[in-house]
C-alpha cells in the first residue's frame, strides 16, 4: 500500500515505553506540541521550494518570529528593524524592551538601514517588498553590512515567495514566511515557518517546543494542499496584479500607484535584479486621495472583499492606515508615504476582467 500524499497525523501522542522514537533530524517524537509527522511533512516541502537545509513550521507567521527572537536575542542585544515593517513585527520586538533589548528603526531602503546596523547589532530584520508602499530592499546590500559587524540578518519573504526571491542565496541567516499568505493561499489557515542553511538548531526546535509555537497537523496538511498550486497561482495573480496597476496608473481617479512591475515605480529596477520569472507580486497599493474617498471606494466593491490579510485565490482590498500601519505615527507615515487615501489590493483568482471591472465602478465613486 501506497498513497499518493502523505496521511494526516491527527494525535496528540504517540506510543513510547523506554527512549522517545527519535525523528531523522534527532528529535523526540512523542507528543505532538514538540513534533509530528504532518508537520514534518510540510517542513520538509518548504526546505524543498526555498532551498534550504532546514525548514521549522509554527501555528502562524508571528509564532515564527517570536520564536526566532527569544532563541537568538538576550538581555543588552540592539535590533534594526525597517521601519516600514510588519506592524507586529516591530510592536512584538518592542515589547522585548521590558527584557533588555534594544530596537532601532532605520528607513527602508539599503542605504538607511546599512546606517543603522553598527558594530553593536545583533539581528537585522527586514522584508523583501515592504507593506503597503511596496518597497524593494537591497537584501544583498543589507546582507553584507551584517556580515561585516557579525548581526544576524532575518529576511521576511512573505510577500515576494521562494518563487520570486530566495534571500539565503543572498546572505540571509534565516528567511521567514507567514504561510498564511501566498504558500497556504485560501485565506483559510494561518501559520508561519523559518528556513535556514546549515546544521539543524536544536536550540530553536527547543523554543518552539516551550513555547508550544509549533502548527496543529490539520493546519499543516491544509498548507501542504494549497501549496501544490503555489505556482500557478502566485503567476496568475501577478500577471494580473500588473494589467490592474497599468489599469490604474491611467485611470483620473487614482493619484499615485505603488507597484514594482510598473517601469516607473523608484523600486522597479531593484525588483528586476533581484526577482525572478518576470513577475513582480500580486499586491497593488494605491492613493485615492483622502480617507473619505479611500472608505467610500471600499464600501462600493462588490467582487473584491474589504478586509486586512493578503495572498489568497478571493481579492483582498485594505485601508492600511485602518489596519496594517494603525500603531504608526502620523509623522512616519508620511515619511513612507503612507496617506489617508491609500489602498492595499491584494489580487486573486478572479477573471481580470471582472477585478477591472469593479474596480472601474467602485472609483466612480472617489472624488
Ligand atoms: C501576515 C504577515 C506576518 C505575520 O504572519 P501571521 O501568519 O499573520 O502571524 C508577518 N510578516 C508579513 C510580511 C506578513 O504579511
Known amino acids: 500500500m501506497e498513497p499518493l500524499h502523505a496521511p494526516l497525523y491527527i494525535t496528540a501522542v504517540f506510543r513510547q515505553i523506554g527512549d522517545a522514537y527519535l525523528t531523522e533530524r534527532g528529535t523526540e517524537l512523542k507528543y505532538s506540541r514538540e513534533e509530528n509527522p504532518t508537520v514534518r511533512h510540510l517542513e520538509d516541502k518548504l526546505a524543498e521550494l526555498e532551498g534550504s ?3 521549522l513550521a509554527f501555528n502562524s507567521g508571528m509564532g515564527a518570529i517570536a520564536t526566532l527572537y527569544l532563541s537568538l536575542l538576550r538581555a543588552g542585544d540592539e535590533v534594526v528593524l525597517s521601519m516600514e515593517g510588519y506592524g507586529s513585527t516591530i510592536e512584538l520586538a518592542k ?9 532601532r528603526l532605520a528607513y527602508p531602503n539599503a542605504e538607511k538601514l546599512c546606517e543603522a546596523v553598527s558594530d553593536g547589532t545583533k539581528l537585522v530584520l527586514v522584508e523583501t517588498m515592504t507593506n503597503p508602499t ?3 530592499i537591497d537584501v544583498p546590500e543589507v546582507a553584507k553590512r551584517c556580515r561585516e559587524v557579525g548581526a544576524t540578518l532575518i529576511v521576511d519573504n512573505t510577500f515576494v515567495t521562494p518563487l520570486l526571491y530566495k534571500p539565503l542565496k543572498d546572505g540571509a541567516n534565516f528567511v521567514v514566511h507567514s504561510l498564511t499568505k501566498y504558500i497556504a493561499g485560501h485565506n483559510d489557515v494561518v501559520g508561519g515557518a523559518i528556513l535556514w542553511n546549515g546544521p539543524f538548531i536544536q536550540d530553536l526546535w527547543d523554543w518552539r517546543r516551550r513555547l508550544g509555537t509549533i502548527i496543529q497537523p490539520f493546519d499543516a ?18 500577471r494580473s496584479a500588473e494589467a490592474i496597476a497599468e489599469f490604474l496608473a491611467d485611470h483620473p481617479k487614482v493619484k499615485e500607484v505603488h507597484y514594482p512591475g510598473l517601469k516607473d515605480d523608484p523600486y522597479h529596477e531593484i525588483a528586476r535584479r533581484l526577482f525572478k520569472k518576470g513577475l513582480y507580486g500580486g499586491v497593488v497599493s494605491f492613493d485615492l486621495g483622502s480617507e473619505e474617498n479611500a472608505l467610500a471606494f471600499l464600501r462600493s466593491l462588490k467582487k473584491i472583499f474589504p478586509s486586512p490579510s493578503l495572498g489568497g485565490v478571493e481579492s483582498i482590498a485594505t485601508y492600511p492606515v485602518k489596519s496594517a500601519v494603525k500603531n504608526m505615527e502620523e509623522e512616519q507615515r508620511k515619511v513612507l508615504g503612507i496617506t489617508e487615501g491609500l489602498i492595499r489590493l491584494s489580487v486573486g483568482l478572479e477573471p481580470l476582467d471582472d477585478l477591472i471591472e469593479d474596480l472601474d465602478r467602485a472609483l466612480e465613486v472617489v472624488k
Do not use: P
Open 53 to 55: 537545509d532546514n525548514a
Open 95 to 103: 515589547l522585548l524592551e521590558k527584557f533588555g533589548i534594544k530596537v
Open 134 to 136: 511596496l518597497k524593494v
Open 221 to 238: 496538511w491544509l498548507i501542504e494542499r494549497g501549496m501544490r498550486t503555489l505556482e500557478v497561482r502566485f503567476e496568475k495573480q501577478s
